[in-house]
């Protein structure tokens, strides 16, 4: 038994954020580590780390670590910075409703255990909101 490559579960993720977040809030969901400042909003999802099988509390499955960043543009103006913090607000929250309690032929479940942060733009993107979403696919084991 083998667990699901972090490719196959980042294809997997991107399909299903896509397929919400795109038709609702942001113009683009990738599936690898990428700002992009031209979009009014996007999504780019990067895997961070894994967890070898039997080193996570309460599973003997392998875990990956994940991370969504959440950028939203705005011109400076009052009414468009309050609407990039909704929105982003909106993609934090899609995030979570996308994937909490979710299962499928790669992961047993999805864990939100650290909290997400919205820290200060990056310097190169001053007219941009910015924020980071953590999760934890626990994954199934597969043949192969």
């Known amino acids: 038994m ?3 490559s972090i490719n196959d579960c980042l294809t997997q993720l991107q399909s299903n954020l896509g397929a919400e977040l795109v038709s609702n809030f942001a113009k683009k969901v990738y599936g690898y580590r990428h700002i992009d400042g031209k979009l009014a909003s996007m ?7 894994t967890t070898p099988a039997n080193q ?3 599973s003997r499955s392998r875990s990956y670590e994940f991370g969504a960043i959440l950028l939203v ?3 400076g103006t ?3 910075l309050e609407s990039a913090e909704q929105t982003i607000n909106d993609l934090e929250n899609a995030i979570y409703d996308t994937l909490e309690g979710t299962k499928n032929h790669l992961w047993l479940k999805v864990v939100f255990d650290r909290a ?3 820290p200060p733009s990056p310097a190169e993107f ?3 909101r910015y924020g980071e979403v953590y999760f934890r696919l626990v994954l199934k084991d ?3």
């Open 56 to 58: 996570t509390t309460g």
């Open 116 to 118: 997400s942060v919205k």
């Open 43 to 49: 999504v780019s999802l990067s895997h961070l780390g």
């Open 2 to 4: 083998a667990s699901p």
């Open 142 to 144: 597969i043949k192969r």
């Open 73 to 75: 543009n705005h011109d």
């Open 126 to 128: 001053p007219g941009a």
């Open 78 to 80: 009052a009414a468009q």
